[in-house]
């Protein structure tokens, strides 16, 4: 068929043409049209700032229940320490130092509220104990002497502190303790747990008799910890409502 002879049938078949065009645009599929017109905007009130803040409300009031004062517990705690320790806590983060008032060497701890370990690492399962006991909380412990910091890293367990590592650097011990770590280049000892066994006693026994690492601080670690999380989500919750 030429050109000409198509155009010829398709002036001849025009109406018809038009008709079925009309036809069709008239006569959507029903699935289709089903499908779209099905669609509704989805509601604002499940995202808007006022139900968050209702929340927010809601949740702070259950939390403040709980009292914002320390327990007798770890207040008697906090005041038995206090005798060789100075205890500064840092209310706009979740940090906590100790500084030891005596001694030959200059010794701090630093720990943040929410450096814990999780339970199942530590507690034998063959042991059914339901009462609810203190987080383990990571912790360092700094020495410096004489232009030099030994950086112990530690574990507040059941009122002990574990050892799981020794650095020593030419940092103060007080910068060690801001960046919360040592310098990534300097070695970074030997694995802990690899040592003589006796070398390993050597080390716990001058952390608990030398630094002052007695089971008192080592609970009261773990304890407030656990107490400065707690405040450190309310004043979360309040700052979150505070920007709706």
């Not at 701090?108 to 339901?130: G, K, R, S």
Request: hydrophobic share 35%.
């Amino acid at each position: 068929m030429n050109s000409s002879t198509f155009f010829r049938i398709l002036r001849v078949h025009q109406p018809a043409l038009k008709g079925f065009l009309k036809h069709s645009s008239n006569t959507a599929s029903p699935v289709l049209t089903k499908r779209f017109t099905s669609i509704r905007p989805i509601t604002k009130r499940l995202f808007s700032s006022n139900n968050l803040s209702d929340i927010l409300d809601r949740e702070l009031a259950e939390e403040k229940e709980k009292g914002s004062m320390l327990p007798d517990d770890l207040q008697e705690l906090k005041e038995t320490i206090s005798k060789d320790w100075t205890i500064v806590n840092d209310n706009e983060s979740g940090t906590v130092k100790l500084f030891r008032k005596d001694g030959p060497q200059k010794v701090a701890i630093a720990f943040h509220c929410q450096d814990t370990l999780n339970e199942e690492d530590f507690i034998d399962p063959d042991e059914e104990d339901e009462e609810e006991t203190s987080p383990e909380v990571r912790f360092t412990l700094t020495v410096s002497k004489a232009g030099k910091t030994m950086v112990l890293s530690c574990v507040s367990l059941d009122a002990n502190a574990l050892i799981e590592s020794v650095v020593i650097t030419p940092d103060d011990g007080e910068l060690v303790n801001d960046l919360g770590k040592v310098n990534d280049k300097l070695y970074q000892g030997p694995q802990f747990d690899e040592l003589a066994e006796n070398l390993q006693d050597a080390f716990t026994a001058f952390v608990q008799e030398e630094c002052g690492i007695t089971s008192d601080v080592a609970a009261f670690i773990s304890m407030f910890a656990d107490f400065k999380e707690q405040q450190e989500y309310i004043r979360w919750l309040q700052q979150v409502q505070s920007i709706l």
